[in-house]
C-alpha cells in the first residue's frame, strides 16, 4: 500500500505529523518544543539540499514535513489508527488504564479526558510516540520506515 501512495504523492506534499497536545502539562510542552525544534531544522536543511547534489541523500531520512499542533483528543477514528501503530500491548500508554484495544476504545467513548498527552502521530508512515521522550520522537521524525 505504501508503494501506492509514494508513487501517486504530490510533489511537493509534506508529511503530516499531529501532536495531541495539552498546553498545561509539562510533558507535552517538551514535546511540542522537540518537534518545533525539529521542523525549524528540517526547513532550514531543506533550503540548503535545494542547492544540492540529492544523489547522496539517504532515501530513509525525512528532509520536511508539516506540524500539526492539536489540543483537542483525536476523533474515535483517529484513536483507532494510533492503537494500530502503537499494537495492543501499549494501550494504556495511550488511554489511561487500558488493557487493550478494545478496553481503550471503550474507556475513551465514555471519557475522551482518559487520552494520554503528549501523543505524537506520523500519519503517511504509520507510527505514534507517546510521551516526551527525544530519542523516540527524534527517530519518529528523521528516519522514514523501510519500505517493503
Do not use: C
Not at 498546553?23 to 539540499?49: E, F, H, M
Not at 489508527?81 to 500491548?89: A, D, M, R, T, W
Not at 478494545?102 to 503517511?124: E, G, H, I
Request: glycine letters at 4%.
Amino acid at each position: 500500500m505504501n508503494v501506492f501512495k509514494n508513487l501517486f504523492k504530490e510533489r511537493g506534499v509534506k508529511d503530516v505529523i499531529t501532536l495531541f497536545h495539552n498546553p498545561s502539562s509539562s510533558t507535552s510542552i517538551r514535546a511540542q518544543t522537540i518537534l518545533k525544534q525539529a521542523v525549524g531544522n528540517a526547513q532550514s536543511n531543506a533550503t540548503i539540499d535545494q542547492a544540492s547534489d540529492h544523489s547522496q541523500q539517504s532515501k530513509q531520512e525525512r528532509t520536511e514535513f508539516e506540524l500539526d499542533v492539536v489540543e483537542y483528543p483525536p476523533t474515535p477514528d483517529q484513536l483507532t489508527i494510533i492503537l494500530e501503530y502503537l499494537g495492543p500491548s501499549n494501550a494504556g500508554t495511550v488511554v489511561k488504564d487500558a488493557t487493550g484495544s478494545s478496553d481503550a476504545m471503550r474507556k475513551f467513548n465514555a471519557s475522551p479526558s482518559l487520552f494520554q498527552r503528549p501523543a505524537t502521530v506520523d500519519w503517511n508512515h504509520g507510527r505514534a510516540v507517546v510521551g516526551d521522550n527525544e530519542s523516540e520522537l527524534m527517530r519518529l521524525i528523521r528516519t522514514l520506515p523501510k519500505e517493503s
